[in-house]
């Protein structure tokens, strides 16, 4: 079995297909659909116009469809990509930095992608996940964890639970350390700051115009012990109205979060109740 695949689609459908964590082939693929084995890694890779790589995942199971997804299976109401499968996402760059950060990789030709799907050279694939961010890493160590690292495991912990978890999310002319949102042009459901030095008074109103704009839940994670204190007077005060909805979340709790879903995830995979 093959380990590396490329799929290629357009922007509309690699949203909707993350949305649903599916993508599907044409019957002409069959052959390959049938090679595509659970836990294989596969790149995505959207069409103009965005022309670059946007994330990689890896198979979870894969099953035929008759049912419509995609709008030209709904227009024509007849199913098109009839070979389905399930993917889990390892790194997505945020939807709304495709065009910006999208990965070019000219190892691999144009008239290779137009084939639509096909397997990648291990070598090949391999320096291909070099150039995304890396999100599944341990972070078993005595240093204090970086604000990078803790938006990470904020991301990580929300793709395992299935929302749609990006970064540095646009609120206003600021950006949300995380937001995690449950289709891709949804608002967040879930919002995030992570506090590690700096100003909690910017973080707070951040998290208050998330709840306001969007009723968000808001959560400020980070070293508890250095913020908390300012933190909660800053709630009785300026904040009062996201008094009773903020959580404050220690870090430590956080990674410890992180590894046991991280832990069931891969047990999971490993018997294949995924």
């Not at 084995?37 to 670059?52: E, K, M, Q, W």
Request: proline fraction near 6%; charged fraction near 25%.
């Amino acid at each position: 079995m093959d380990a590396f695949w490329v799929a290629v689609g357009s922007r509309e459908h690699w949203e909707l297909g993350i949305e649903h964590s599916i993508w599907g082939l044409v019957p002409a693929h069959e052959a390959r659909w049938k090679r595509l084995s659970s836990g294989a890694v596969v790149f995505f890779y959207a069409t103009r116009p965005v022309s670059g790589f946007i994330g990689y995942g890896t198979v979870r199971r894969t099953f035929p469809q008759d049912k419509p997804l995609w709008p030209p299976e709904i227009a024509q109401k007849k199913v098109i990509w009839p070979l389905r499968f399930e993917f889990d996402i390892v790194s997505l760059i945020p939807p709304t930095r495709w065009l910006e950060d999208r990965v070019v990789f000219k190892e691999i030709t144009q008239a290779r992608l137009r084939s639509g799907f096909f397997a990648a050279p291990e070598d090949i694939a391999q320096q291909l996940i070099t150039r995304f961010p890396k999100t599944s890493q341990s972070y078993g160590v005595s240093r204090p964890l970086t604000h990078e690292e803790i938006q990470r495991i904020l991301v990580e912990v929300g793709q395992i639970q299935r929302f749609i978890a990006e970064p540095e999310f646009p609120i206003g002319k600021q950006r949300l350390d995380v937001a995690w949102r449950r289709m891709v042009k949804a608002v967040p459901t879930y919002a995030f700051e992570v506090q590690v030095g700096g100003d909690v008074l910017h973080a707070l109103g951040k998290l208050k115009s998330a709840y306001q704009l969007w009723n968000s839940r808001v959560f400020l994670v980070g070293h508890s012990q250095e913020f908390r204190p300012k933190a909660e007077e800053l709630l009785e005060g300026t904040f009062h109205e996201i008094r009773r909805e903020l959580k404050i979340i220690d870090v430590a709790e956080m990674t410890r979060l992180h590894e046991l879903k991280r832990e069931v995830r891969e047990t999971e995979e490993r018997l294949y109740l995924t």
